[in-house]
């Protein structure tokens, strides 16, 4: 099952999924009470549509989606997957493929394992430091820190528990890999950047508030 | 001084009310104590407000206001970080409440689609 966020996306989500479903069928696509036609946009394309009633934040809706398809025992890989456009559909294949062979629990999208993704010099920068630092905090050792693109089985789509609201979900999900000692493996990916998940992304700004996140939040609740 | 009448009529108030309040019921026997040491310390301050004064220099503070301001100050934060905490508390609550509630109303439409379906 395909899990993918979306908060007023509406512009772009119902190419996105048409893409995604021509390959994979099941898409679930989470509107995190978005203001705009987004669920009706889903729904036209053919993804099942759960709609949280206000915006709680990405972590909050990739956490709905995976409890949603929880519920279908049939599903036995999970993947999220970025509503704006910037992942490419065939790089699903790539991730699936260490799960299917049971080589990994967790397999986490790679910009840095290739070259050819087209970044800003800063934000080449600053997503070094958050793979540095990630390194230094967690002892996890990732090429990329903050990438939407996951794929993973059912013992960590029933262990995960995402709590933080917002986009510091991807620093938990690299100390959930800490904590509940999944087994991890990275694989390259393409991440497009295009104007609009330029526009829509988060802004380099927002690595201050990922830092803080990081520091502040205890170190192990369980 | 018309000014202590004033505070100490305020400070009664608040006590009443804090107390008689229905949900002073659950207010935990440690608060309620609290409270009310708070209390007779304020309407001791005002009563005698030299007092106050000798407390700051038995502590090493220059005057009774500072004391106070510092008082204040601590009690302020303690107020903002248990407040802080308590809101993100609710904010979970709030985020896996809204998250039953966005499954449920999927299913639903799920199984009236799958009833549409059917003959």
Same mark, same amino acid.
């Given at each position: 099952m395909i899990i993918v966020p979306a908060?007023?996306?509406? /512009?772009?989500? +119902? /190419?996105? #999924?048409?893409?995604?479903? /021509?390959?994979?069928?099941?898409?679930?696509?989470? *509107? *995190?009470?978005? $203001? *705009? =036609? $987004?669920? *009706?946009? =889903?729904? #036209?394309?053919g993804a099942t549509v759960v709609r949280h009633p206000f915006n709680l934040g990405q972590g909050a809706a990739i956490q709905t989606g995976i409890e949603f398809t929880l519920q279908d025992p049939t599903i036995r890989y999970f993947v999220t997957y970025d509503a704006d456009g910037q992942h490419r559909v065939e790089d699903v294949a790539t991730l699936l493929e260490p799960l299917r062979k049971d080589a990994g629990d967790i397999v986490l999208g790679s910009r840095f394992l290739i070259p050819g993704t087209n970044l800003t010099f800063t934000?080449?920068? #600053?997503l070094r430091m958050a793979v540095l630092f990630t390194r230094l905090t967690t002892g996890v050792a990732l090429t990329d820190a903050h990438? +939407? #693109?996951r794929a993973f089985n059912r013992r960590v789509a029933e262990t995960l528990e995402l709590e933080m609201a917002d986009m510091s979900h991807a620093s938990e999900v690299i100390r959930r890999i800490r904590d509940r000692g999944y087994r991890y493996t990275e694989v390259p990916v393409v991440v497009n950047y295009t104007e609009y998940s330029l526009r829509k992304g988060q802004s380099a700004w927002n690595a201050v508030n990922l830092l803080f996140d990081l520091i502040l939040t205890p170190r192990s609740r369980r | 001084m018309i000014i202590q009448v004033v505070l100490i009529a305020a400070i009664v108030a608040i006590a009443?009310?804090?107390?008689?309040?229905r949900h002073a019921v659950r207010l935990q026997a440690g608060k309620k104590l609290v409270l009310l040491l708070f209390i007779g310390a304020a309407a001791v301050s005002i009563i005698r407000p030299g007092l106050l004064t000798s407390v700051a220099h038995e502590v090493g503070v220059g005057r009774g206001t500072d004391l106070l301001l510092y008082l204040t100050i601590v009690v302020l934060v303690f107020i903002?970080?248990?407040?802080y905490l308590r809101f993100r508390d609710?904010?979970?609550?709030?985020?896996?409440l809204a998250r039953r509630l966005a499954i449920a109303e999927a299913n639903e439409a799920r199984s009236h689609e799958e009833a549409n379906v059917r003959p």
């Open positions: 908060f007023n996306e509406a /512009e772009v989500v +119902g /190419e996105v #999924l048409r893409t995604l479903i /021509e390959h994979y069928p099941r898409v679930v696509c989470v *509107d *995190d009470g978005s $203001t *705009d =036609a $987004t669920a *009706d946009e =889903a729904r #036209l394309a934000k080449r920068a #600053l990438n +939407g #693109l | 009443l009310y804090a107390l008689q309040n903002i970080v248990s407040t609710y904010e979970a609550r709030m985020a896996k």
